[in-house]
């Protein structure tokens, strides 16, 4: 059938540049250099501008994103800035490490026929050019007050649309910087901390008080919060215990789970390579346990803190693998092997309690599991050995406990995830919400970041 004259036909979605591979293994430097005002403008106008935009529907704060785009394509960037934190504070953050292919890019009409709208760069771009240009505002709510536990994406999105409502709100973060898991997890060739201060700022322009260093439940508990003044209280914890393989060889020195390791480089500024002395040690040869984002990262981040060779072994196939492709992508480009198809069965001694090799068996792929993924199979006498001195678990993690431990009350599943009504947010406990990987486990920045919108329409409707 001949094409469709009379339809302009929609120019090729725009390549975002680069560092080259080569040269970005061995630097800290943002990996993808961002779109240019032209780029920007270019990419915005492809939209469709649907009637019907399947696009709000994917993304989980419902960002007006035709609107945005719109502006943008206009050369609007402020406004379109202004457009996108009437839903999301952290949209330069956002832009960098939201997976837009599994949400709004996912759902984008023009991907049916051709490549969807590059959203998730426009979005980034729009929220460098307003954090560049000092437009921040300052405000002074007087309303009631509100506690935030934890500055993560759910804290920081409740307290930015709180804080908006005109609430008084204090964050509290266990760790000397805000930030939560985008910043002690996410290394700075993925979201420079620069970006994450700026926005973490944006929402204390807004009159948001960030209290650093303040462990809830050992300096107050939760119910203290509540009997000093607060009018609410919101759970933003998450979920940063790690889990490990419980194989044999596990406590030998140059095992890492890789939430201490990327905390590690990431909050003694290892990304400062030759200002700072960053107290990690890294072998020549490191093996990475896990197939999601953060198995990526930990193999990056050891690729550029020396390792000569970096291997990710992972049980099933890549089809099966959590983390995004780009970064998957990213990963082999700078030189990082897989092996995939492949399980740790035991950790290898080089005979004085350090890491000497990893044994592995190959796996094979069975019948689809709880997870709907393939379930691996081992393969009888496939093992194998591969040597390194260093091995790092990034298998998951679990529900941090603490605030759960000191709050009677507050009840929580058999994981120990808290409990709550997925609407509100609500727990067990009145004028007590929580949300984000403490209530869900591990999952997308941009679903916490809804978690923290629902929780905080709800704690306006209950205190209003």
């Known amino acids: 059938m001949p094409a469709d004259s009379s339809k302009p036909e929609r120019p090729p979605r725009q390549r975002m540049p680069e560092q080259d591979a080569k040269v970005r293994a061995g630097n800290f430097d943002e990996v993808a250099l961002g779109f240019t005002e032209e780029l920007a403008i270019a990419e915005a106008s492809r939209c469709l501008q649907c009637k019907k935009p399947k696009c709000i529907a994917g993304c989980p704060v419902g960002v007006d994103i035709p609107g945005f785009l719109a502006l943008a394509g206009e050369g609007k960037f402020a406004e379109a800035a202004a457009l996108l934190r009437e839903k999301n504070s952290l949209p330069a953050m956002c832009g960098r490490v939201c997976p837009q292919e599994t949400q709004c890019e996912g759902v984008c009409v023009l991907g049916r026929k051709s490549e969807p709208v590059a959203v998730g760069r426009v979005e980034r771009f729009v929220g460098d050019y307003v954090l560049g240009r000092g437009d921040l505002k300052s405000a002074a709510p007087d309303g009631p007050r509100v506690a935030v536990v934890g500055s993560g994406p759910a804290g920081l999105t409740v307290a930015g649309d709180l804080a908006r409502r005109g609430y008084r709100v204090t964050v509290f973060e266990a760790l000397h910087a805000g930030g939560g898991v985008l910043r002690y997890g996410i290394p700075n060739f993925r979201l420079p901390k620069t970006v994450l201060q700026a926005e973490t700022d944006y929402v204390r322009g807004l009159g948001v008080e960030l209290r650093l260093d303040a462990v809830i439940g050992r300096l107050y508990t939760l119910p203290q919060l509540l009997e000093s003044g607060y009018s609410a209280a919101f759970i933003g914890t998450g979920a940063g215990t790690p889990h490990f393989l419980e194989i044999e060889g596990e406590n030998l020195n140059g095992v890492y789970s890789a939430n201490e390791f990327l905390t590690r480089a990431n909050l003694m500024q290892a990304y400062r390579v030759g200002e700072?002395?960053?107290?990690?040690?890294?072998?020549?040869?490191?093996?990475?346990?896990?197939?999601?984002?953060?198995?990526?990262?930990?193999?990056?981040?050891?690729?550029?803190l020396g390792a000569r060779e970096v291997s990710i072994v992972y049980r099933r196939s890549r089809t099966e693998m959590p983390a995004r492709a780009e970064e998957v992508a990213h990963a082999e480009e700078e030189g990082i092997r897989f092996e995939m198809l492949t399980n740790p069965t035991r950790i290898l001694s080089d005979g004085d309690f350090w890491v000497g090799g990893i044994e592995c068996q190959r796996m094979d792929l069975g019948e689809p599991d709880e997870s709907g993924r393939r379930r691996p199979v081992p393969r009888p006498g496939s093992e194998f050995v591969i040597a390194a001195d260093t091995v790092i678990i990034a298998i998951g993690t679990a529900a941090n406990p603490l605030v759960q431990q000191t709050t009677p009350g507050l009840a929580v599943n058999q994981r120990g995830y808290i409990v709550v009504d997925n609407e509100t947010g609500l727990t067990s406990l009145p004028r007590v919400y929580a949300g984000g990987d403490i209530v869900t486990g591990s999952a997308t920045v941009i679903e916490a970041m809804g978690a923290g919108r629902r929780a905080a329409s709800a704690i306006h409707e209950e205190l209003s």
């Open 276 to 304: 700072v002395d960053t107290p990690i040690w890294v072998g020549d040869r490191v093996v990475v346990v896990g197939g999601g984002n953060v198995a990526m990262d930990a193999a990056r981040v050891a690729l550029r």
